[in-house]
């Protein structure tokens, strides 16, 4: 059970104000206020999501070396290399929604030194492989990782500074702060972005019925002729594969999608 009373005032009034983001997120079109709040809230972001690993086509060797072949491996490697590691109480996302489809209790795992500044009543810090099993059950329950630099995260939390501090959200379709994406600016919105290297494709399987473009939270799956379209608003999460039941839609990782998420992950963020 959450107790909101529990937690600091600036965060549960942060929690009043998340259903609305899509209206905040629209001042960031316009010119000065976009800049402004740019530079307060996403400077410097670079923030992908990962594909649950069942939902990826493997029919080659993705990773020069075979050590890491699958999104969640991407999340291990950075809980392995980082010192410090918290794991949030609760889903700031999920329980400002009172979010009735995933754990409300399933918050963010930050990672980096940074995390020494986050309030004990928001989370606590635990160990590299308890953080590798809170991820795993994150996973089991549904939810998407999406994992980069959020200098958001540094904001709220007062978890400074940002580049100390990688946050690993575990996001559900429902209630994810980035569905806010669509009324984002262009420069902005391209801070969250999907994995290089991959592609989705539909199949001829596609019979149009639409429930991938139900899933999918950033309005980037159109039904043309009785077939799904995916147009670049797309991220990559990999819902509408997971959703699909005839099978229609493929997603492929190229060979260095992951070594080169890795490496752009590594530089925006100091875990050392």
Same mark, same amino acid.
């Given at each position: 059970m959450i107790h909101m009373d529990n937690i600091p005032i600036t965060v549960r009034m942060l929690s009043k104000l998340f259903p609305l983001r899509f209206f905040f997120a629209k001042f960031t079109k316009l010119p000065l206020i976009g800049k402004t709040m740019d530079k307060m809230f996403f400077e410097n972001d670079r923030i992908f999501y990962m594909p649950k690993d069942k939902v990826i086509n493997i029919g080659q060797k993705i990773y020069e070396d075979d050590s890491i072949v699958l999104p969640s491996e991407v999340v291990n490697y950075f809980i392995d290399k980082s010192k410090h590691h918290v794991i949030m109480n609760f889903c700031i996302c999920r329980s400002s929604k009172n979010c009735e489809h995933y754990p409300r209790d399933f918050g963010c795992l930050f990672l980096g030194?940074? /995390?020494l500044n986050i309030d004990p009543r928001l989370g !606590?810090?635990? /160990? !590299?492989d308890e953080a590798k099993e809170y991820v795993k059950k994150c996973r089991e329950a549904g939810l998407v990782?999406?994992?980069g630099r959020n200098r958001l995260d540094s904001v709220w939390l007062k978890a400074k500074p940002p580049e100390k501090l990688l /946050?690993?959200?575990?996001c559900c379709e429902c209630?994810?702060?980035?569905?806010?994406?669509?009324?984002l600016s262009r420069e902005i919105g391209a801070k969250v972005t999907k994995l290089a290297g991959l592609e989705i494709k539909v199949t001829d399987k596609c019979t149009g019925c639409g429930e991938c473009a139900k899933v999918c939270f950033v309005n980037a799956i159109k039904i043309v002729d009785q077939k799904a379209q995916i147009n670049d608003n797309c991220r990559g999460c990999g819902r509408c594969v997971e959703k699909c039941r005839f099978n229609a839609i493929e997603i492929c990782l190229g060979k260095n999608s992951l070594a080169n998420s890795i490496t752009n992950i590594s530089n925006s963020i100091d875990l050392s």
């Amino acid at each position: 059970m959450i107790h909101m009373d529990n937690i600091p005032i600036t965060v549960r009034m942060l929690s009043k104000l998340f259903p609305l983001r899509f209206f905040f997120a629209k001042f960031t079109k316009l010119p000065l206020i976009g800049k402004t709040m740019d530079k307060m809230f996403f400077e410097n972001d670079r923030i992908f999501y990962m594909p649950k690993d069942k939902v990826i086509n493997i029919g080659q060797k993705i990773y020069e070396d075979d050590s890491i072949v699958l999104p969640s491996e991407v999340v291990n490697y950075f809980i392995d290399k980082s010192k410090h590691h918290v794991i949030m109480n609760f889903c700031i996302c999920r329980s400002s929604k009172n979010c009735e489809h995933y754990p409300r209790d399933f918050g963010c795992l930050f990672l980096g030194e940074a /995390t020494l500044n986050i309030d004990p009543r928001l989370g !606590k810090q635990v /160990t !590299k492989d308890e953080a590798k099993e809170y991820v795993k059950k994150c996973r089991e329950a549904g939810l998407v990782h999406l994992i980069g630099r959020n200098r958001l995260d540094s904001v709220w939390l007062k978890a400074k500074p940002p580049e100390k501090l990688l /946050t690993i959200c575990n996001c559900c379709e429902c209630c994810c702060l980035w569905m806010m994406l669509p009324n984002l600016s262009r420069e902005i919105g391209a801070k969250v972005t999907k994995l290089a290297g991959l592609e989705i494709k539909v199949t001829d399987k596609c019979t149009g019925c639409g429930e991938c473009a139900k899933v999918c939270f950033v309005n980037a799956i159109k039904i043309v002729d009785q077939k799904a379209q995916i147009n670049d608003n797309c991220r990559g999460c990999g819902r509408c594969v997971e959703k699909c039941r005839f099978n229609a839609i493929e997603i492929c990782l190229g060979k260095n999608s992951l070594a080169n998420s890795i490496t752009n992950i590594s530089n925006s963020i100091d875990l050392s």
